[in-house]
């Protein structure tokens, strides 16, 4: 079964240091999505994107955060000048279509800042 | 506002007994909803959804109710088993881009 790929599974960072996560969405997939899920809350909704570009942002998707597609498969999550604050899971999710259809999640990438 | 919300945080079961998870939302103008099971240290993976021309749909041993009028969700899981031990969340879309989580209720099966 076709399934989303993210990697790395954990990352330790210092304060203030960029991270880079990667995903790779499920291949026919178009809308691709991160969220975060600090520990024992809910998920969180950070961005979207369709067609190379940002389609909607929640506001925690600060000018701290981009996303990028640098090619046909895989989708990144670039956290610049990390926090403490940003500790959390962050997870990509990809759909075939939007709304109102059923968003497939990775198994996480557990970002510590240290 | 926007939310959706559980009613409980957590719910305990015999195995073997039914098991009822409730979510409220709160603006009516959603219109497709998933429940989704995290076990420990996974992804959110779909159980399953329906949208809001429906009140109920069943799946696997799991049926989804909706209650429109009270906007109110609710997963039903027949048959309790341990496996089905996680964190289950409802979650909304309102036909954009986002799909809006709940809070989260841990179910705990009892063997």
Redesign the interface.
């Known amino acids: 079964e076709p399934e989303v790929t993210q990697t790395p599974s954990h990352q330790v960072t210092q304060m203030g240091q960029e991270v880079i996560l990667r995903c790779v969405p499920i291949s026919n997939h178009l809308y691709f999505y991160w969220y975060r899920q600090i520990l024992g809350q809910k998920v969180e909704f950070l961005v979207s994107f369709y067609n190379n570009e940002i389609s909607e942002k929640s506001e925690i998707f600060d000018d701290q955060f981009s996303v990028e597609r640098p090619d046909g498969s895989n989708f990144t999550l670039k956290i610049r000048s990390t926090k403490l604050e940003d500790s959390a899971m962050y997870f990509c999710a990809s759909s075939t279509l939007q709304g109102g259809n059923t968003i497939y999640f990775g198994e996480g990438s557990w970002l510590t800042v240290v | 506002g926007e939310s959706v919300g559980l009613h409980l945080p957590t719910l305990s079961v015999q195995e073997g007994d039914n098991s009822i998870i409730n979510c409220a939302y709160s603006n009516s103008a959603s ?2 909803f ?1 429940w ?1 099971k ?1 076990e420990s ?6 159980i399953i ?1 329906i ?1 809001s021309n429906m009140d109920k749909r069943q799946g696997q041993r799991v049926t989804v109710l909706l209650n429109k009028t009270v906007k109110h969700l609710s997963l039903q899981i027949a048959a309790t088993q341990p496996g089905d031990s996680a964190v289950y ?1 409802c ?1 909304e ?12 209720t841990r179910l705990f099966v009892k063997a």
């Open positions: 219109d497709y998933i989704y995290q240290g996974k992804g959110p993976q779909f959804d949208r969340f979650a879309n309102r036909g954009g881009f986002k799909t809006i989580f709940g809070a989260g």
